[in-house]
């Protein structure tokens, strides 16, 4: 398997890293993406992958993190998206829970990352809360011919396939072992085998087994076994698909 989205530079792991990639490494991950949301956890994301070859970085700014963004940080991202461990723009997107006074900065930023992206022929990670219709719009209207990922996707079966016709895969974490995501397991259950990636967006957002506790790599096999038991597959057969996939989409090496 291959976790597509972890924040393995949190704090929460400081005291046990080494550990939580060992127990990644015996549930069966083969590599992690690291995903950077600011100018440190960037560095920090491109350090991890420095010292591993099975961790790979991704640089971006979080639409939460926006307000301490300055144009110098621009510039050093831009910087960041040359680094050869870096192998997608973001986390970027656009957040209407958190971040209800600064849609317009959001929205803006996410077109500067779309630009970058352009600039540097790599796929986007995106995040959505409470804002997808927003961002297919956007999406839709301003970025053809852009690739990337929803992460942590979180809509329904039209959402999954507005998405893929736009040329964007999904990405499924956590919520969809949660007791009352059926929307969320229809739109796995319909989405094409191709299309789509398992993660675990750690620390945050646990399975269902492991609620209120912290999320680690390891735990995307839980992730990998609904996925199995929603469309009929095996295990073997789901993290060799989601496997094929993710290296697809941010060009990674077997």
């Known amino acids: 398997m291959i976790d597509s989205h972890t924040h393995l530079y949190w704090k929460k792991f400081d005291d046990d890293r ?9 549930a069966g991950v083969e ?27 991704t640089a971006g700014f979080h639409p939460c993190d926006l307000k301490d963004i300055t144009e110098d940080d621009w510039i050093t991202l831009d910087g960041f998206l040359k ?32 630009a970058l992206a352009r600039k540097h022929d790599l796929p986007l990670v995106i995040h959505t809360r409470d804002s997808i219709d927003d961002f297919l719009k956007i999406l839709g209207d301003e970025a053809p011919g852009l690739r990337g ?19 964007f895969d999904v990405s499924f974490a956590g919520p969809l072992t949660y007791k009352k995501s059926a929307a969320l397991r229809e739109a796995c259950q319909a989405v094409p085998a191709d299309r789509f990636h398992i993660e675990t967006d750690s620390p945050f957002l646990p399975p269902q087994s492991k609620r209120g ?14 996925v199995a038991e929603l469309r009929g597959w095996t295990l073997k057969e789901t993290m060799e698909q989601t496997a094929t996939n993710t290296r697809r989409l941010f060009g990674l090496p077997r």
């Open 18 to 26: 080494d550990q939580v990639l060992a127990r990644a490494r015996d």
């Open 149 to 167: 990922v929803m992460h942590c996707f979180s809509g329904d079966t039209a959402q999954m396939e507005e998405t893929i016709a736009l040329g």
């Open 83 to 114: 680094h050869k461990s870096v192998v997608a723009v973001g986390e970027t997107g656009l957040d209407y829970y958190w971040e209800t006074d600064s849609i317009d900065t959001q929205k803006e930023a996410l077109e500067r990352h779309f």
């Open 213 to 226: 506790k912290r999320n680690e790599p390891a735990l995307v096999r839980e992730v990998a076994e609904k």
């Open 31 to 57: 590599a992690l993406l690291v995903i950077g949301i600011d100018v440190e956890t960037c560095q920090q994301a491109i350090e991890l992958a420095e010292s591993d070859p099975t961790i790979f970085a």
